[in-house]
């Protein structure tokens, strides 16, 4: 079974930084889509960034020229750094990644447990 698993998660001022790192384990033939959303206390879960196997990025308005997404392949790992921190920006941050077990098996998301990103002002 494929897990996700993220690390890099704490306690920042503002305008400091931190990363994020998301690591997939198991049975894993392909990754298509990964990368991160947020969830705020009382507010839905919202898209931060993912990035596709062929390395196009997508990311929200919020956090664009702040934060960067990157990849490597051969680790199954994502990575989020996340500069110029503000309050706004706590949340529990979670992975999640769209991938197929087997060639002729569907693609399906599978999500990591979260990692608290707070940010102090």
């Known amino acids: 079974q494929v897990q996700l698993v993220e690390s890099g998660g704490g306690l920042v001022q503002a305008g400091g930084s931190l990363r994020l790192s998301c690591v997939a384990s198991g049975r894993i033939f392909r990754i298509n889509v990964m990368g991160w959303y947020r969830q705020a206390p009382g507010k839905q879960r919202e898209l931060v960034a993912t990035i596709t196997s062929g390395g196009s990025t997508n990311y929200a308005d919020s956090v664009k020229g702040r934060f960067t997404i990157s990849r490597d392949n051969a680790k199954n790992s994502r990575y989020l750094q996340m500069n110029s921190l503000k309050p706004e920006d706590t949340a529990v941050y979670y992975c999640?990644?769209?991938?197929?077990?087997?060639?002729?098996?569907?693609?399906?998301?599978?999500w990591g447990q979260g990692t608290q990103v707070t940010v102090s002002s």
């Open positions: 999640k990644a769209n991938l197929a077990e087997r060639e002729w098996r569907t693609p399906y998301d599978v």
